[in-house]
């Protein structure tokens, strides 16, 4: 949903795609980001695959429950058209930036491994980007994938910890705000109604997705996480925001937590926040706009 919608935002010029694993293994990510080109008709951008494991450990195995044993809600997929650049996804990152000093933005709607590792690599990279913007943590509310960590970031907190250090300027669009913003079923019967292959293909996809959230969080329709990470690009004015520093725990029962630092000036910081930059939180939402934003560029495919 998050590429299709900015694959239908003139305002967006997406210029490549990375993967990496969490709802899916790397490789079915990488397989399923070239079907969505190919379904899009924008099979000339780019696709590199990204880290198979987090830095410190390995993948944790996917969710089919949730997102299908495919990663597209078990929705009948052909074979790409076009093959992934030869590229990891780091290096793909770097060499982007580096033709582009200033001019990209990253949109991590996934684990942050890719980023991470980009940043180990070519320290560079943090003065290079435009802006970073993340589909991930929860500062102020409770986590999804356990009872204090989001679902990205809990797949490679040592990833996420790197990225909210770096002297990069990084927005985070986490489940402050995205739980916040429900699609309903209606609104997924009319985006899932349009006579496109791209809403074929949600049509598809959805109804696993759609039914774990009915069921197991007894709501109708679903979250829409990643495209609301799209939708700050697009209106940031539609999000309210704080700024604190933001350390990632990588211990113990709350390893993946986000925490900020609020009130303190860095002097008076704790010291694991001490000399840390500040992090753009989204903590409100206006989510009715969001929604009606979504809805419109995914009909618009």
Not at 60 to 70: A, D, F, I, L, R
Not at 245 to 267: A, H, L, Q
Not at 273 to 282: D, H, L
Request: aromatic share 6%; glycine share 8%; proline share 8%.
């Amino acid at each position: 949903m998050a590429i299709f919608m900015a694959l239908a935002s003139p305002e967006l010029d997406v210029v490549g795609l990375t993967t990496i694993f969490g709802n899916a293994a790397t490789a079915d990510t990488t397989r399923n980001s070239r079907v969505l080109l190919d379904t899009a008709l924008r099979s000339d951008i780019p696709v590199a695959a990204g880290a198979d494991n987090s830095l410190t450990g390995q993948y944790v195995g996917p969710v089919p429950w949730v997102h299908g044993h495919n990663g597209l809600g078990d929705a009948r997929i052909s074979e790409p058209s076009c093959p992934p650049v030869a590229a990891p996804a780091h290096e793909f990152l770097y060499s982007t930036v580096a033709a582009n000093p200033g001019a990209i933005t990253l949109l991590a709607v996934g684990p942050l491994t890719n980023l991470g590792l980009a940043l180990q690599h070519h320290p560079d990279i943090a003065d290079l980007v435009e802006e970073v913007v993340v589909m991930g943590g929860n500062a102020l509310v409770p986590g999804n994938a356990t009872p204090v960590a989001e679902a990205n970031i809990n797949n490679d907190p040592e990833a996420a910890d790197l990225v909210f250090g770096a002297r990069w300027r990084v927005t985070m669009v986490g489940l402050d705000v995205t739980h916040q913003v429900n699609l309903s079923g209606d609104a997924i019967d009319r985006i899932s109604a349009v006579d496109t292959p791209t809403a074929a293909l949600l049509a598809a996809a959805l109804p696993l997705y759609r039914n774990f959230f009915e069921t197991r969080n007894g709501i109708n329709g679903i979250f829409v996480h990643d495209p609301s990470a799209v939708a700050y690009l697009l209106d940031p004015d539609a999000f309210t925001t704080a700024q604190w520093p933001i350390r990632v725990e990588t211990e113990s029962f709350s390893r993946g937590k986000t925490w900020p630092n609020m009130g303190d000036t860095d002097d008076s910081a704790p010291p694991a926040w001490r000399g840390r930059p500040p992090v753009n939180v989204c903590t409100g939402v206006d989510s009715s706009w969001v929604l009606r934003l979504v809805e419109e560029r995914l009909s618009r495919m």
